[in-house]
């Protein structure tokens, strides 16, 4: 069995092999400090080869090395090279070709095809007219399923490897992704975002007959088919469900499920969903959806949780923070912003080269929404992660009146310093610059929406929590924006976790994070 691990937090993953029959464990990537492939490599089916994509240059490319330990990365060979960033290759059912999505413009995509042996290739879409993703061999190696097209919403698409022409299996009002074959080729299974939740679909390419295999309401992750395909496992993550595994048949969508991650003490807690909402952005530009959720019992607080990405989307699933707040009597409001993915591709790109701009005026319309559902205007406080803490950071100092607390983790400030920081990845950096805008030709507005700029606007306390080994949002400026902040007599608390990246996945700091921004947070609004 292969796998990924990050072993510092860092996003350097090595891979492992292990043994089954000797519980033997092998690192295959030894002596790579500074190697940063990503986790979503393939072993090709002739077991000899891996296919992964890993920094090179200014971006990720695709790549191949051995399937044994390559000390130091030596024989890894890339087999791609342009500006794009490469992602999830995926091998043909020969060994012979790989398939892989590529960031080519901004958020745009494409398919490339490559015979690994010669490097010839093939480009699937990769403009704003035409994009293509996801791609999945058939098993006959002779088709790839993938996700895209011209359409607002991505479709589910086929396309003929020798031949070239393609062909729409499925479109509709949703965003559709992550398609799947059937053992025998007669079947795809598929993702669709619907709202605030993502459902999962069988489709039979004969008779064009749909089966929405949904466990329940929440987010379906990762389907793949039995080998018999009588059945589709996917991961299955519920406001009361933390991400398990279930078996979904085909024939009656009877779902087992076969892992159990929920401890038996919490049985008989009561988790929350939500409903999906819209409000009207503060410019009167957009209607912004969301996620709104209520506790039991409402004590007039409230917060406004934002998501990083930004192109991601809060969804209505398990997510203990916000649990949290809802026992200690909190409402809840996620807002899917401009820039968020799950709504169609206009939305997702409505704040390219406008970051911090209208994205934050949709983030900022929380506030009056939540005071019309009778929330205290006084009491409402803003967190978020990531993009999310930036965000949180630009609604403290735009809007300073509105929020009465923040706590902004791995946050970044400056959008003239995210492209110009070394210890931020260069991958990270292209889409910056792909995204936010150009550092010389923009120099203007990219300073102008940068919190680090506006501190003295700020009135609000605010919690910075950042990670020591971050390659996306270095910890640097948590520092030097906190020394401002007290320097001008405001409430500034931080906390800096060590031997920590991005997503803080140690248990302890993990568990500690939460409880940080819950504590602070309850501590300025009310709450239990």
Not at 310 to 320: A, L, V
Not at 373 to 382: H, L, M, S, T, W
Request: hydrophobic letters at 40%.
């Amino acid at each position: 069995m292969y796998f990924a691990r990050d072993d510092r937090g860092s996003e350097c993953f090595d891979f492992y092999r292990y043994d089954l029959d000797s519980g033997a464990l092998e690192n295959l990537l030894p002596d790579t400090p500074e190697f940063a492939p990503g986790p979503d490599f393939d072993l090709s089916p002739d077991g000899t080869r891996l296919a992964l994509s890993a920094n090179h240059g200014n971006s990720y490319k695709a790549a191949v090395m051995p399937a044994r330990a390559e000390p130091g990365a030596q024989h890894v060979t890339y087999i791609s090279e342009h500006y794009y960033n490469d992602r999830s290759p995926v091998w043909s059912p020969d060994s012979r070709r790989l398939a892989f999505t590529a960031d080519t413009h901004g958020q745009d995509y494409a398919t490339f095809v490559i015979e690994v042996e010669s490097g010839a290739q093939t480009i699937v879409g990769g403009d704003e007219t035409f994009l293509a993703g996801n791609p999945a061999w058939s098993p006959d190696g002779r088709t790839l399923a993938f996700a895209g097209g011209p359409f607002d919403n991505p479709a589910i698409g086929l396309y003929d490897v020798a031949g070239g022409a393609i062909s729409w299996v499925w479109q509709c009002e949703f965003d559709c992704h992550h398609p799947v074959w059937s053992p025998d080729g007669r079947a795809l299974a598929f993702l669709s975002d619907e709202d605030a939740e993502t459902s999962l679909w069988w489709l039979d390419l004969a008779s064009h007959d749909l089966r929405c295999l949904d466990v329940g309401r929440g987010n379906h992750y990762a389907p793949g088919f039995t080998p018999d395909g009588a059945a589709v496992m996917v991961v299955f993550s519920g406001p009361g469900q933390p991400c398990d595994l279930f078996r979904i048949a085909v024939a009656d969508g009877k779902a087992t499920q076969l892992t159990k991650s929920l401890p038996s003490d919490l049985d008989e807690v009561a988790f929350y969903g939500g409903r999906h909402v819209y409000f009207t952005s503060l410019d009167h530009l957009a209607p912004v959806p969301g996620l709104l959720v209520r506790p039991e019992k409402p004590n007039g607080a409230a917060v406004v949780i934002v998501h990083g990405g930004p192109t991601w989307h809060h969804s209505n699933e398990w997510d203990p923070l916000r649990q949290a707040f809802l026992h200690a009597g909190l409402t809840v409001l996620h807002p899917n912003y401009r820039g968020s993915d799950g709504y169609g591709r206009r939305w997702q790109l409505a704040n390219r080269f406008l970051m911090g701009v209208g994205e934050v005026q949709d983030c900022a319309a929380t506030h009056a929404f939540l005071v019309a559902e009778g929330c205290d205007p006084k009491r409402i406080a803003v967190t978020g992660r990531s993009w999310g803490g930036f965000m949180t950071m630009a609604l403290l100092t735009q809007f300073p009146d509105l929020f009465a607390c923040g706590v902004a983790g791995v946050p970044f400030f400056d959008f003239i310093d995210s492209q110009t920081d070394q210890d931020v990845r260069e991958d990270l950096r292209w889409w910056d610059h792909e995204n936010s805008g150009d550092l010389v030709k923009d120099h203007a507005r990219l300073t102008y929406y940068s919190p680090i700029n506006h501190l003295d606007d700020l009135t609000a306390p605010v919690m910075l929590l950042g990670a020591e080994l971050d390659p996306r949002c270095p910890p640097r400026q948590i520092a030097e924006v906190a020394e401002k902040l007290r320097a001008m007599g405001k409430v500034c608390e931080t906390k800096v976790y060590e031997a920590e990246g991005h997503e803080i996945s140690g248990l302890e700091h993990r568990l500690d994070y939460d409880r940080r921004t819950v504590d602070f947070i309850l501590k300025h609004v009310g709450g239990e």
